[in-house]
């Protein structure tokens, strides 16, 4: 039986993976596939599909077995014990310091495109933000699920007015080009673009709250997964056929500049506001998901019993204060310390690919029959993603390795004060 309500249907639950994997990606990373692969990227977009279709077939599975607020650390516990539990859930918490910032930085810096913002001014933009995130999270769950129908509504919408005014596709640009030298730079390419693919992890937080949970949390991973990847498609058709890539800064405004060029100046207010709102709906379900898994830990006894108070929607409105403050801290730290988005994104890349990697391992250990097979080929690719991150990964695997060691080191401790006689 689940401990939240549930509200989510079908629809609902869509809209909100979908818009979670749009997210910050949908404006930046088609132009940076482009440039790292050309035309090709077409191509890596329905291979990085493919890839990672297995890796949320595995999820939904999954999920559909075991729904729980704790998401992919609750998963990785049934699977591997309470330990592995504990380090998951701090190693997914940890992208609290650098991810949630980077997202916070992008989405300030659609203002900045319309407005002239100091270092003070971006930081204010931001805390507001998380601000607007804490009021809608005190809501019932149906809430979020309709702010980001909508917000996937003006996604699509978008990317299909450009196609539209374009008139796209173009005789210049096939939609799937034959075969040439820029394929031997496709590996870069799905480097990057894997981060398009990152919030699936998350999504299996709200796991308790579909109203039909064995049918409808499965579809909508999968249905919202496929969404995003069409949608990340036309959107590289769109930068390929009309030039706006090729350097960083034109990467990094190259959705803004695709706009201007097809409407003209006006347009900037549209770009800005569909770009701020992809942000938010983001870090949206990301501050939820992070929110239910403290209070599902608070609920299990394995954090402080006051984390796991539900206000009079259902909804963990304490662990969502305690997650949200947090990031309005480490946003403050960001800011001060001047890092870049850049280092940001990298260092939180390796923690979701860990934790996607232990999660599909659970799924080796737990499912049976065909799911189980699809569980090991998704160890075996999220394996060798890992890889191919190199010392981008060493982040991940030293934070897990000093949590690990941790944890080891307070266990005899923890046991030896249970074993204190009382009075």
Same mark, same amino acid.
């Given at each position: 039986?689940?401990?939240?309500?549930q %509200?989510?249907?079908?629809l609902?639950?869509? !809209?909100?993976?979908?818009?979670?994997?749009?997210g910050t990606g949908?404006?930046?990373?088609?132009?940076?596939?482009a440039?790292?692969?050309?035309?090709?990227?077409?191509?890596?977009?329905?291979?990085?599909?493919?890839?990672v279709?297995p890796?949320a077939?595995?999820?939904?599975?999954?999920g559909?077995r075991?729904?729980?607020?704790?998401?992919?650390p609750h998963?990785i516990?049934?699977a591997?014990?309470? *330990?592995m539990e504990?380090?998951?859930?701090?190693?997914f918490?940890?992208?609290?310091p650098?991810?949630?910032?980077?997202?916070?930085?992008?989405?300030t810096?659609?203002?900045q495109?319309l407005?002239?913002l100091? #270092?003070?001014?971006a930081l204010?933009?931001?805390?507001?933000t998380?601000g607007?995130?804490?009021?809608? !999270? &005190? *809501?019932?769950?149906?809430a /979020?699920?309709?702010? &980001?129908?909508?917000?996937?509504?003006?996604i699509?919408?978008?990317?299909a007015?450009?196609w539209?005014v374009?008139?796209?596709p173009l005789d210049s640009?096939?939609l799937?080009?034959?075969?040439? =030298?820029?394929?031997?730079?496709l590996p870069?390419?799905?480097?990057v673009?894997?981060?398009?693919f990152?919030?699936?992890?998350a999504? #299996?937080?709200?796991?308790?709250?579909?109203k039909?949970p &064995?049918? %409808?949390?499965p579809?909508?991973l999968?249905?919202?997964v496929?969404l995003a !990847?069409?949608?990340?498609w036309?959107? /590289?058709v769109?930068?390929?056929?009309?030039g #706006? $890539?090729? %350097?960083?800064? /034109? =990467?990094?405004?190259?959705l803004?500049?695709?706009?201007?060029?097809?409407?003209?100046s006006?347009a900037?207010w549209?770009?800005? #506001?569909?770009?701020y709102?992809a942000?938010?709906?983001?870090?949206?379900v990301y501050?939820?998901?992070?929110a239910?898994?403290?209070?599902?830990?608070?609920d299990e006894a394995k954090?402080?019993a006051?984390?796991?108070?539900?206000?009079? $929607?259902?909804?963990p409105?304490?662990?969502?204060?305690l997650?949200?403050?947090?990031?309005?801290?480490?946003?403050?730290l960001?800011?001060?310390?001047?890092?870049s988005? =850049?280092?940001?994104?990298? $260092?939180?890349?390796g923690?979701?690919?860990?934790?996607?990697?232990? /999660?599909?391992?659970a799924?080796?250990?737990?499912?049976?029959?065909?799911?189980?097979?699809?569980?090991?080929l998704s160890?075996?690719?999220?394996?060798?993603?890992?890889l191919?991150l190199g010392? %981008?990964?060493?982040?991940?695997?030293?934070?897990?390795?000093?949590?690990a060691?941790l944890?080891?080191?307070?266990?005899?401790?923890?046991?030896a004060?249970?074993?204190?006689? &009382?009075?």
């Amino acid at each position: 039986m689940s401990r939240l309500n549930q %509200d989510l249907g079908l629809l609902q639950g869509i !809209g909100l993976l979908s818009t979670s994997l749009l997210g910050t990606g949908i404006f930046v990373v088609p132009a940076l596939a482009a440039t790292a692969a050309g035309a090709a990227s077409l191509w890596a977009w329905l291979i990085l599909i493919a890839l990672v279709l297995p890796v949320a077939f595995t999820f939904a599975q999954l999920g559909r077995r075991f729904p729980h607020a704790g998401g992919a650390p609750h998963l990785i516990g049934r699977a591997f014990g309470a *330990r592995m539990e504990r380090l998951s859930a701090f190693l997914f918490l940890a992208v609290l310091p650098v991810g949630l910032p980077a997202a916070l930085f992008i989405a300030t810096g659609f203002w900045q495109a319309l407005f002239p913002l100091g #270092t003070g001014e971006a930081l204010a933009v931001q805390l507001l933000t998380l601000g607007a995130i804490l009021l809608l !999270g &005190q *809501r019932p769950p149906r809430a /979020s699920g309709l702010v &980001q129908g909508l917000t996937a509504l003006a996604i699509i919408a978008s990317v299909a007015l450009v196609w539209w005014v374009g008139g796209l596709p173009l005789d210049s640009q096939p939609l799937l080009p034959r075969p040439d =030298d820029s394929w031997q730079r496709l590996p870069a390419a799905l480097g990057v673009m894997f981060w398009c693919f990152v919030g699936i992890e998350a999504f #299996t937080h709200l796991g308790e709250e579909f109203k039909r949970p &064995q049918r %409808d949390f499965p579809l909508a991973l999968l249905l919202g997964v496929l969404l995003a !990847g069409l949608v990340y498609w036309a959107c /590289s058709v769109a930068v390929l056929s009309f030039g #706006t $890539y090729g %350097d960083i800064h /034109s =990467d990094a405004t190259a959705l803004p500049r695709l706009f201007d060029l097809l409407l003209g100046s006006q347009a900037r207010w549209l770009v800005a #506001t569909v770009g701020y709102l992809a942000c938010f709906a983001s870090m949206n379900v990301y501050i939820q998901g992070f929110a239910r898994l403290i209070w599902s830990l608070a609920d299990e006894a394995k954090l402080p019993a006051p984390l796991a108070v539900r206000n009079r $929607y259902g909804v963990p409105a304490r662990a969502l204060l305690l997650v949200v403050a947090c990031c309005a801290l480490c946003a403050a730290l960001a800011a001060l310390s001047g890092l870049s988005v =850049d280092h940001l994104i990298r $260092y939180a890349n390796g923690n979701f690919v860990l934790i996607y990697l232990l /999660s599909m391992a659970a799924g080796w250990a737990l499912l049976r029959g065909v799911w189980r097979t699809l569980a090991i080929l998704s160890t075996l690719l999220c394996a060798g993603v890992l890889l191919a991150l190199g010392s %981008d990964a060493l982040y991940a695997l030293g934070l897990l390795g000093a949590l690990a060691l941790l944890d080891w080191w307070r266990a005899p401790k923890a046991r030896a004060a249970l074993q204190r006689p &009382q009075g």
